[in-house]
């Protein structure tokens, strides 16, 4: 076991290592003037000269994606020119590791800005994985059990209508109606639990939570449905239950043992895409988080922002995947030879 979440590690830092040079290449080896990008709309040429200087965007793409390992395993300082942080020592900004940038636009490091909109795109996230994999997976497990009856049509039904409907609909259907005609909930506004303490945390997260759970409770129901199925009529199913064990064991210790496994794949991929920002429900309850991030630096041009997620992004994506590989192997050692 323990060699073999060695070689996911190894695997997992090989292609981050690889994932950022595809990124640097994508964006900065293409023929446009990135630090007019960078700079922003209304950056005179003296002032794209100062900035391509100033980030090191003059620079062959190699060494700015040296510079950008460097920055993020020991940190970096900007202006990335000596002769400019010796020219104007006031306007040096230190960049602690993980270095992911400096925004001109917003004149604050990436890491800056990431830190602040993190906290509440973790929270929505993890709010919204307890609600969509909790329902998801009770909701499956009847659908399969009572597989044909009325019941069983219903959830299905029910799923693919929350399915069927985009996030920015739910979103603001749910703030309309529950926040803001019938007043069931109090609208949404996110409080850190160091300032509220978790009652107005949770209260927060509550409709913006319940927005993403909708969208994935949706296909995790009729995926649990289908798997759980599928491993009923295996042939030690029907081993377990001529042994004469009765129903609940043989679903919960047989059937979902089985039914778990892709399950843990498909939590682990939506997870990490979560983390990269649920654009459209923070724009529609007018979170602060990285999705809202992405959107205003699209809007402004800020560059070096975009990628700095780009990169945060990709990371979560290949966290979860060795984490994914880690709970494989616990769930069913035979993944471990591979």
């Known amino acids: 076991m323990f060699a073999y979440v060695i070689r996911r590690l190894f695997i997992g830092a090989m292609l981050l290592v690889l994932m950022s040079l595809v990124t640097f290449v994508l964006f900065f080896a293409s023929p446009v003037d990135v630090g007019r990008y960078a700079c922003g709309k209304n950056c005179s040429p003296a002032q794209i000269e100062q900035t391509n200087k100033a980030l090191g965007y003059n620079e062959p793409v190699v060494q700015q994606w040296t510079d950008f390992l460097r920055g993020v395993v020991a940190g970096r300082e900007y202006p990335n020119d000596p002769a400019l942080r010796e020219k104007a020592p006031q306007l040096v900004s230190s960049c602690p590791a993980p270095c992911l940038g400096y925004s001109v636009v917003n004149s604050s490091t990436v890491n800056a800005e990431i830190k602040e909109a993190f906290p509440v795109s973790l929270s929505l996230a993890l709010a919204a994985l307890v609600i969509w994999v909790s329902g998801g997976v009770i909701f499956g497990v009847i659908a399969a059990v009572r597989k044909g009856t009325i019941i069983d049509r219903g959830i299905v039904a029910l799923s693919l209508i929350f399915y069927a409907f985009p996030a920015f609909f739910i979103g603001l259907f749910l703030l309309k109606f529950l926040a803001i005609k019938w007043e069931v909930v109090p609208i949404p506004e996110y409080t850190p639990i160091a300032e509220g303490g978790v009652g107005l945390w949770l209260q927060g997260l509550f409709l913006p939570a319940l927005t993403l759970a909708l969208l994935y409770m949706a296909g995790y129901v009729r995926m649990t449905r289908a798997f759980v199925l599928e491993s009923m009529t295996e042939d030690y199913i029907r081993t377990a239950r001529a042994k004469g064990l009765k129903r609940r064991p043989v679903l919960i210790k047989h059937s979902m043992r089985a039914a778990l496994t892709p399950l843990?794949?498909?939590?682990?991929?939506?997870?990490?895409?979560?983390?990269?920002?649920a654009i459209i429900t923070e724009t529609v309850f007018?979170?602060?988080?990285?999705?809202?991030?992405?959107?205003?630096?699209?809007?402004?041009?800020?560059?070096?922002?975009?990628?700095?997620l780009v990169l945060l992004l990709g990371t979560f994506v290949i966290i979860a995947n060795i984490i994914v590989d880690v709970l494989y192997a616990v769930i069913d050692p035979r993944v471990r030879v591979g």
Do not use: S
């Open 264 to 277: 843990v794949t498909l939590i682990g991929l939506d997870f990490a895409g979560l983390m990269g920002g």
């Open 286 to 308: 007018n979170y602060n988080g990285l999705g809202k991030l992405a959107v205003e630096a699209n809007q402004t041009y800020d560059l070096p922002t975009i990628v700095g």
